[in-house]
């Protein structure tokens, strides 16, 4: 491997038919890097989507080669860096055209004053800038640099030209700077990078639709440090809340308390009990064309919760239950032209009390997963789903990551809308 002239190959791994990988997986991207000292983090966003299984080629200006090596992209991309469009040894320079081709998306992170100014003015003088003019699928610029360079109106117009042009804007962070000045233009986390581009390249199927999710465990106090409640880690019912956001929907999520990042761009609404979901479901619901219950709600609570703690006194306490109300039914009662899907966990005779569960509460699916295997269930970042439709229909999918799950189910449910009265 080296760095220079861009070569003859294109891109591997474009098979885009396994169902069982992320938004990302078999991707071509195409990741811009410009001359700043965040160009450490563009090491950083690189790794991530490989390890999501896109394909990448990296360009680097001849600046951004200062700050990072380009054998560090080399290795981790494990393709040929891109620095020039010629070197003495290859007069053919057209890659560029083939890159830009077969490329699923493009992301210039850091993208530098100077880098933003030409592509806003089509000008093509390094192998960055020319890539670009060939450029015909999602694209999106993360502007990095001083904050007076970045608010200053020569370049608040290019960006705004950009945005025009169809590109996607990632504003940048605030926060001190390398060069000591504190205001906008951080690069974002990778992370927040790697998320919002799994966004635009996402279809749109879901726009202009509310979508309620809840999600997580919920809570039932004994007296006040003790409560009744679940192993739920909330990671499914994020994951439909996050793919939901990505295909264009408004999205509410009604989450217990866990322990994650909430989605970006999703209105969280958090609750501890069932009385708390309950009365933000209901709140959401007629303005909801799509409600997903994933939460795994306490079906009991102590019929009394005690003011203080309870000693420790006694060898045997007995303690009294009641039942919780039934968010789900009472939702599937209610509902009027909208799709409603329900989960189920459970450990024995699952496509029994699935279906049982899908003709009582008025369901137009539910997936359903039996809880024990490490793979699948509360804390696994994988499942094992079996979905049940109203129709009778049955469809039992593979051990699939979450966030996979959580798009096939939105596919379901993206048919089930279509075919519905929902508005």
């Known amino acids: 491997m080296h760095s220079g002239a861009c070569n003859n190959a294109v891109f ?3 098979d885009l038919s396994d169902m069982n990988k992320n ?38 200006t001849r600046s951004a080669t200062r700050f990072v090596s380009p054998m560090t992209f080399e290795v981790l991309s494990e393709n040929q860096v891109c620095v020039d469009l010629f070197d003495a040894k290859d007069d053919a320079a057209i890659r560029h055209i083939a890159w830009a081709a077969a490329a699923h998306g493009v992301i210039i992170a850091p993208a530098t004053a100077n880098m933003v100014s030409k592509l806003a003015h089509g000008i093509a003088d390094d192998a960055l800038s020319t890539f670009m003019l060939a450029v015909i699928c999602p694209v999106m610029i993360c502007p990095s640099m001083n904050s007076n360079m ?6 608040r117009r290019n960006l705004k030209q950009l945005e025009a042009d169809g590109c996607h804007i990632l504003a940048p962070g ?20 790697v998320d919002r581009l799994a966004s635009f390249l996402t279809p749109d199927d879901l726009a202009g639709k509310n979508v309620l999710v809840t999600a997580g465990p919920t809570r039932e ?9 679940n192993p739920s880690s909330g990671k499914m019912g994020y994951a439909i809340a996050r793919a939901a956001e990505y295909r264009g929907a408004r999205v509410t999520l009604v989450t217990g308390p866990v322990c994650l990042d909430p989605p970006q761009n999703v209105e969280v609404v958090p609750v501890v009990t069932v009385d708390d979901m309950a009365a933000a479901v209901f709140a959401r619901f007629e303005q909801s064309h799509v ?52 989960f189920a966990a459970e450990t024995r005779n699952m496509e029994t009390h699935a279906r049982q569960k899908l003709e009582e509460k008025h369901l137009d699916m539910i997936a359903a997963n039996l809880i024990g295997p490490p793979d699948s269930g509360f804390a696994s970042d994988t499942n094992r789903m079996t979905l049940f439709f109203a129709d009778g229909r049955k469809e039992t999918l593979d051990v699939m990551d979450k966030d996979a799950v959580a798009h096939l189910i939105l596919d379901r449910v993206a048919e089930l809308v279509k075919q519905s009265a929902v508005p």
């Open 221 to 229: 106090a004994i007296d006040p440090v003790r409560f009744i409640s």
């Open 12 to 14: 591997e791994n474009s």
């Open 291 to 342: 409600v997903v219950k994933v939460a795994a709600v306490s079906d009991y609570r102590p019929v009394k919760t005690e003011a203080h703690k309870i000693k420790k006194r006694q060898d045997r306490m007995q303690l009294t239950l009641e039942r919780t109300p039934d968010i789900l039914k009472t939702v599937g009662q209610r509902k009027n032209g909208q799709i409603v899907v329900g």
């Open 23 to 60: 938004v990302l997986y078999a991707k071509n991207i195409v990741l811009g890097v410009c001359g700043g000292i965040a160009a450490y983090k563009s090491v950083e966003l690189l790794r991530r989507l490989v390890k999501l299984g896109a394909s990448v080629r990296v360009i680097m």
């Open 150 to 155: 970045f608010e200053h109106p020569a370049h």
């Open 174 to 193: 605030e926060g001190s700077l390398a060069c000591g000045t504190v205001g906008p233009g951080r690069l974002p986390e990778p992370a927040a990078i």
